[in-house]
T-cell receptor, first 113, second 116 residues
Framework: GDSVTQMEGPVTLSEEAFLTINCTYTATGYPSLFWYVQYPGEGLQLLLKATKADDKGSNKGFEATYRKETTSFHLEKGSVQVSDSAVYFC????????????FGSGTRLLVRP | DSGVTQTPKHLITATGQRVTLRCSPRSGDLSVYWYQQSLDQGLQFLIQ???????AKGNILERFSAQQFPDLHSELNLSSLELGDSALYFC???????????????FGEGSWLTVV
C-alpha cells in the first residue's frame, strides 16, 4: 500500500546548522507531498507542499523538492534556529474524492543554542 | 490558533468505558477528519465527513464511531476502551473534501486520551 518513510530521530543540531530530514514514499499513483510541523503542545501545521514532480515547496526558510525518480521529498533548511525545534511529519495524499493524508512516523528536531 | 477546537484536551478513563471527543471545525469548513496519533502506530487517518455524510474511512476500529452534525461539529465515540487506545486524537477540517490547489487542512490541538 501507499506509505511514507522518514529518517529516525531525534536530530540534534546547533543553531545555524544545515538541516536535512529525509523522506521517501511508496505510492501506486502520483501523490501530492507535504511537510507538517508539530510544535510542543500544538496541533499539526502545514509547512509546505508540492503537487507534482520537480515542484519545490518552500516556507519559513524550509524547502523540499518533489523527486519522482527517487520517490523522495527531503526537507532542508540552511540555518536552523532554536524555535525550529519540533516534530516534522512528511505526508502524501491523492487528488481523489478524499483528502486523507498518509503520514510518516515523524522526526523530532532539537536545536541547541 | 488554527480555528479548529477540540474538547476535552485531556481525558483519563478506565478500560471498558466509553468516551466522546468533540470537534468544532473552522468557520466555513464543511469537511472534518479524525486522526489518531499513538506511539506504536504513528499518525493514522480514522475517518472523514463532509457536510454531514461519511466521505472516507481509514483504520477505524469497529468499537469507534463518529458523526458530523447539522451545525458541522463532529464527535468521535470510543467504546469498550482498551489500554492500547491511549493516544492523541486529532480533528482537522477543510473547506472542500478533496485535495486541490486552494484547499488546506487545518488541525486542532488534539485530545489526549489515557486509558488506565
Amino acid at each position: 500500500g501507499d506509505s511514507v518513510t522518514q529518517m529516525e530521530g531525534p536530530v540534534t543540531l546547533s543553531e545555524e546548522a544545515f538541516l536535512t530530514i529525509n523522506c521517501t514514499y511508496t505510492a501506486t499513483g502520483y501523490p501530492s507531498l507535504f511537510w507538517y510541523v508539530q510544535y510542543p503542545g500544538e496541533g499539526l501545521q502545514l509547512l509546505l507542499k508540492a503537487t507534482k514532480a520537480d515542484d519545490k515547496g518552500s516556507n519559513k526558510g524550509f524547502e523540499a523538492t518533489y523527486r519522482k525518480e527517487t520517490t523522495s521529498f527531503h526537507l532542508e533548511k540552511g540555518s536552523v534556529q532554536v524555535s525550529d525545534s519540533a516534530v516534522y511529519f512528511c505526508a502524501l495524499s491523492f487528488m481523489d474524492s478524499s483528502y486523507k493524508l498518509i503520514f510518516g512516523s515523524g522526526t523530532r528536531l532539537l536545536v541547541r543554542p | 490558533d488554527s480555528g479548529v477546537t477540540q474538547t476535552p484536551k485531556h481525558l483519563i478513563t478506565a478500560t471498558g468505558q466509553r468516551v466522546t471527543l468533540r470537534c468544532s471545525p473552522r468557520s466555513g469548513d464543511l469537511s472534518v477528519y479524525w486522526y489518531q496519533q499513538s506511539l506504536d502506530q504513528g499518525l493514522q487517518f480514522l475517518i472523514q465527513y463532509y457536510n454531514g455524510e461519511e466521505r472516507a474511512k481509514g483504520n477505524i476500529l469497529e468499537r469507534f464511531s463518529a458523526q458530523q452534525f447539522p451545525d458541522l461539529h463532529s464527535e468521535l465515540n470510543l467504546s469498550s476502551l482498551e489500554l492500547g487506545d491511549s493516544a492523541l486524537y486529532f480533528c482537522a477540517s477543510s473547506v472542500e473534501p478533496q485535495l486541490s490547489s486552494g484547499n488546506t487542512i487545518y488541525f486542532g490541538e488534539g485530545s489526549w486520551l489515557t486509558v488506565v
